[in-house]
T-cell receptor, first 114, second 113 residues
């Protein structure tokens, strides 16, 4: 049971490049989400999904796309990277009862956009 | 809108002393409150949560938190700090309208030997 895995761990992009951050979980959790962590701002929700085929926007969705074709995977796509997207990105998952259940976080992807 | 505030960017404490990391919340109705910890270069780990019931919640690694409705607080506490407790601590509240988890800005705990 690997929990929540993220790849890559580190990535450097040039402005305008695109890439996909991978996230997978093996706990059969319905709910998955992407956060970015910036100094002094805590974690901010980018996009989330309550199940396969269903996604919705969080607090800071601009510049990012997501899809949820399977329960296990929830990739985050940067369409045209900008320096403002330099951050640490965390994927998380939790069971269906999202009101009371805890979220399980992946180890993070540190992204630098030059 | 639901929110949490962590008024201290950093808390310093000597090993063996009690520690408190503060969190206040602003929600409508009864809150669902959480504490997470982040060790260097790691993802967040769940520590404890308050959903209902006893106001004193016990969690992992000897931590506990006290829910105080009149003061709208959910402070994290530990009777005797360890150097290994040094980490970034986040308070969070569940927005019951959207089920989203809303995080505070984090408090860095530094425990000195």
């Amino acid at each position: 049971n690997a929990g929540v895995t993220q790849t890559p761990k580190f990535q450097v992009l040039k402005t305008g490049q695109s890439m996909t951050l991978q996230c997978a979980q093996d706990m059969n959790h319905e709910y998955m989400s992407w956060y970015r962590q910036d100094p002094g701002m805590g974690l901010r929700l980018i996009h989330y999904s309550v199940g396969a085929g269903i996604t919705d926007q969080g607090e800071v969705p601009n510049g990012y796309n997501v899809s949820r074709s399977t329960t296990e995977d929830f990739p985050l796509r940067l369409l045209s990277a900008a320096p403002s997207q330099t951050s640490v990105y965390f994927c998380a998952s939790s069971p269906r009862d999202t009101s009371t259940d805890t979220q399980y976080f992946g180890p993070g992807t540190r992204l630098t956009v030059l | 809108a639901q929110s949490v505030a962590q008024p201290e960017d950093q808390v310093n404490v000597a090993e063996g002393n009690p520690l408190t990391v503060k969190c206040t919340y602003s929600v409508s109705g009864n809150p669902y409150l959480f504490w997470y910890v982040q060790y260097p270069n790691r993802g967040l780990q769940f520590l404890l949560k308050y959903i209902t019931g006893d106001n004193l919640v016990k969690g992992s690694y000897g931590f506990e938190a006290e829910f105080n409705k009149s003061q709208t607080s959910f402070h994290l506490k530990k009777p005797s700090a360890l150097v290994s407790d040094s980490a970034l601590y986040f308070c969070a509240v569940r927005d019951k309208g959207t089920d989203k988890l809303i995080f505070g800005t984090g408090t860095r705990l530094q425990v000195f030997p």
